[in-house]
Every structure is written in C-alpha cells, then in structure tokens.
C-alpha cells in the first residue's frame, strides 16, 4: 500500500514564494527590510532611528573643521534640501560626513536644512523626486530665494563640508559630482 503525503497549504504557499523570489532575484529579506526604510519628509533624528550606523560613521568622519566653522558665516536665506536613502552605501558615507559638518559649524546654523528620504527605485515619495530629477542619492540641491544655486550629487569630490560652502558662498555653481556620466548628460545644469 502507498503512502501518500500530504502537505500544509500555508507552507507549501510560503516555500513556493522563496523559490520564485530566488529565482526571479528577488532577496526576501531585503523586501522586508525596505517595508520600514522612511520615504518622505523626515528629521534628521528620523534618519538616525532608521540607520543608526550613520550615527557612528558621524563620529568616526574625517571633515576640514575650519572649512565646516565656515559654514556658519554664509549668507542667511539660503535652503539646503538632502534627498537621501537609508538603504543607500553613498548616502551612508555622504550625510554623517554633512552632520559632522554642521555640528562643527554649530546650532544656528545661517540656512534651513530639509531631509527627504526616497525609496530604493527613487520614484517615491514621487512629485519631489521628479520635480527635482533626482537620479541618484545622495542629492544635495541648495536654493536661494526658491532657485537652484547648484547641487552636489552621489559624491562630493573635494569634501561635502567645502563643496556645499563652494555653493553657499557663491563660489560654485551647478553641478558638483564625481559622476563622469551626469557632468555632460544635463546641459540645463552646468558642470563645474
């Protein structure tokens, strides 16, 4: 006589989804992850609560602390807006560093800073990443009286804390990266 077998719906669903996330390259664990990355508007204690690692690579950043002191004697009215991902390596090197800048620089600082958090395919929270062309993070865009003065995107070349004073101070202007590929393929945005 033949034994048959018989299986648990519910584990066979479960073990069917793993397989066909497996083989599609889908990493599980991953999608679960992304379900608490914050997307939107956040604070900057948002961001830490969601990658508290940024908190010791703040610490352990090398920055020129003069350069970041600086950073409180520009001009006030200027708006620093950081698109950023918590699940982005780029985004974890480039703000703690932008931190430890302001912090040196101190409490009162003489321009606004705003944090947006994007998701993974950065095509959420969507009219901001579209209505900015965000395509990589870190983006750090600086405006002064609602226009664009220059942004700094994925990489800061010569140190985040001099090539935002650069934008601040009116040095620079346009786009600072050290993307190859985006300093010819945006000609609205001149590169430096």
Same mark, same amino acid.
């Given at each position: 006589?033949?034994?048959?077998?018989?299986?648990?719906?519910?584990v066979l669903?479960?073990?069917l989804?793993?397989?066909a996330?497996?083989?599609?390259?889908?990493?599980?664990?991953?999608?679960?992850e992304? $379900?608490?990355?914050? =997307?939107?508007?956040?604070? /900057?204690e948002?961001? *830490? %609560?969601? @990658?508290?690692?940024?908190? !010791?690579?703040q610490?352990e950043?090398k920055?020129?602390?003069?350069?970041?002191?600086?950073?409180?004697?520009?001009?006030?009215g200027?708006e620093?807006?950081v698109?950023?991902?918590?699940?982005?390596?780029? $985004?974890?090197r480039? =703000?703690?560093?932008f931190? /430890?800048?302001?912090? *040196? %620089?101190g @409490?009162?600082l003489?321009? !606004?800073?705003?944090?947006?958090a994007?998701?993974?395919?950065?095509?959420?929270?969507?009219?901001?990443?579209?209505g900015?062309?965000i395509?990589?993070?870190?983006?750090?865009?600086v405006?002064?009286?609602?226009?664009e003065?220059?942004?700094?995107?994925?990489e800061?070349p010569n140190?985040?804390?001099?090539?935002?004073?650069?934008l601040?101070?009116?040095?620079?202007?346009?786009?600072i990266?050290?993307?190859?590929?985006?300093?010819?393929?945006?000609?609205?945005?001149?590169?430096r």
């Amino acid at each position: 006589m033949a034994v048959m077998k018989t299986w648990n719906l519910p584990v066979l669903l479960s073990t069917l989804a793993v397989v066909a996330a497996l083989v599609s390259g889908a990493h599980p664990v991953r999608a679960a992850e992304e $379900s608490s990355v914050p =997307v939107g508007p956040v604070t /900057r204690e948002q961001v *830490e %609560a969601a @990658a508290p690692q940024w908190v !010791q690579i703040q610490v352990e950043a090398k920055i020129d602390s003069e350069v970041a002191r600086a950073l409180a004697s520009v001009e006030p009215g200027a708006e620093v807006t950081v698109f950023l991902g918590t699940w982005c390596g780029d $985004s974890g090197r480039e =703000v703690p560093r932008f931190w /430890r800048a302001l912090d *040196e %620089a101190g @409490a009162a600082l003489p321009f !606004q800073v705003r944090y947006i958090a994007v998701d993974a395919e950065k095509k959420q929270p969507g009219e901001a990443v579209t209505g900015n062309d965000i395509r990589y993070v870190p983006t750090f865009i600086v405006r002064r009286e609602g226009r664009e003065v220059g942004r700094i995107v994925e990489e800061s070349p010569n140190g985040i804390e001099k090539d935002l004073l650069a934008l601040l101070t009116g040095r620079e202007k346009g786009l600072i990266t050290t993307r190859e590929d985006l300093q010819t393929a945006s000609p609205s945005k001149p590169s430096r």
